[in-house]
C-alpha cells in the first residue's frame, strides 16, 4: 500500500509540521552564495567574535552571523561550532534561498554539530542543536525516517533540559513535541505503527508541564506557548486556568506570523468556553 493512501498520512505530515525544528543531512561543503557583509579580519579575539556574532543574530542579520563564525579562524571552537548551526537553522526558514539550498544547509547544520556529542556530551547546546538538526535532516528523508527518529530527537532534547533547566525556547520545542505526540488520533497512530514504526506516547499533563517550565524560565516570551498552556488546561477541563493563558494569547502583542495565529486561535477557543 502506498503511503498516500493510508488514513495516518495527512495527520503525520501535520505532526511533521510541528516538529519541524530544522533540516539536515549529508556532508557539504560551506555554502557559497553568502555574500560578505562584514569584514571578519577586523574580528579576531574569540569573546568578541561570539558577542558580535550574538548581536547580529539578534538583529535577525543571520548571513552576516554565518560570516563572522565561519571567518573568524576558530571555526573549530565548539562555542563558534553551535552557533554556525544556530545561523544556518534560521536562514534555511528564509524563502528568499531556494528549497535545495535550504536543505544542504541543514544537512551542513548537523555535519557540524554531530560529532561533538562524542567530545562535548556535557554540553548543553550540542544536545540541542543536535537534536533540531537531527529532526530536520529526518523530515528531508521521508516520514519512515522521521517517526524512526521521535525518540532520539526527544532524548537529546531531555539532556539539553538537564544540563540548562532555564532555556525557555527548547523547553517550549519540549512540549510541542509531546503536545503534537498528544493529538494525534489513536486509530491513526495504529495505522502508522502498523506500517511504519512506532511512535512515542504522551499526554496534555506532560506537553503542560513544559509549557508552564518554560513560561516560569522567561515569562511572556512567546505567544504559542501561551495558547498551548490554555489549550492544554481546556483539555483538562481547568476551564478557569484555561482562560487566562488564552486571554494572554489573545492580546498578546502581534510582531510574526506566529503571534497572528496565536491571536486567531485564542480567541476562537476563548468563544467556546462563553
Not at 552557533?83 to 539550498?101: I, V
Not at 505503527?193 to 506537553?207: G, H, K, Q, V
Not at 481546556?234 to 496565536?262: E, F, G, R, T, V
Request: proline residues 3%; contains cysteine.
Amino acid at each position: 500500500m502506498s503511503l498516500n493512501n493510508i488514513s495516518g498520512t495527512s495527520a503525520l505530515y501535520n505532526i511533521m509540521k510541528g516538529f519541524q525544528l530544522l533540516r539536515a543531512g549529508f556532508v557539504l561543503s560551506w555554502p557559497s552564495i553568502i555574500k560578505h557583509s562584514t569584514n571578519p579580519d577586523k574580528i579576531t579575539n574569540v569573546s568578541t567574535i561570539l558577542d558580535t556574532a550574538d548581536g547580529i543574530f539578534e538583529m535577525g542579520r543571520y548571513e552576516e552571523c554565518y560570516n563572522i563564525l565561519i571567518n573568524s579562524k576558530n571555526e573549530k571552537d565548539i562555542e563558534v561550532k553551535w552557533r554556525l548551526c544556530r545561523a544556518l537553522y534560521n536562514m534555511a526558514k528564509d524563502s528568499k534561498y531556494d528549497e535545495q539550498y535550504r536543505k544542504d544547509i541543514i544537512f551542513q547544520a548537523f555535519e557540524i554539530i554531530a560529532p561533538e556529542l562524542e567530545q562535548n556530551w556535557d554540553h548543553f547546546a550540542v544536545h540541542k542543536w543536535y537534536a533540531l538538526t537531527l529532526d530536520a535532516k529526518s523530515s528531508n528523508i521521508g516520514i519512515r525516517e522521521k517517526i524512526k527518529q521521535l525518540e532520539n530527537v526527544k532524548k537529546h532534547m531531555d539532556l539539553a533540559v538537564t544540563l540548562n533547566p532555564n532555556d525557555a525556547s527548547l523547553l517550549h520545542m519540549l512540549g510541542e513535541w509531546s503536545f503534537q505526540v498528544t493529538e494525534l488520533p489513536w486509530h491513526q497512530r495504529k495505522t502508522i505503527e502498523t506500517l511504519i514504526a512506532r511512535i512515542p506516547y504522551s499526554t496534555y499533563e506532560d506537553a503542560l508541564e513544559y509549557f508552564l517550565r518554560a513560561e516560569a524560565a522567561q515569562p511572556r516570551f512567546y505567544s504559542m506557548n501561551l495558547l498551548r498552556i490554555g489549550y492544554c488546561y481546556l483539555k483538562l477541563n481547568k476551564c478557569d486556568q484555561a482562560k487566562y493563558y488564552l486571554k494572554l494569547a489573545a492580546s498578546y502583542p502581534a510582531k510574526s506570523n506566529n503571534d497572528h495565529q496565536a491571536n486567531k486561535e485564542a480567541v476562537e477557543l476563548l468563544r467556546t468556553l462563553k
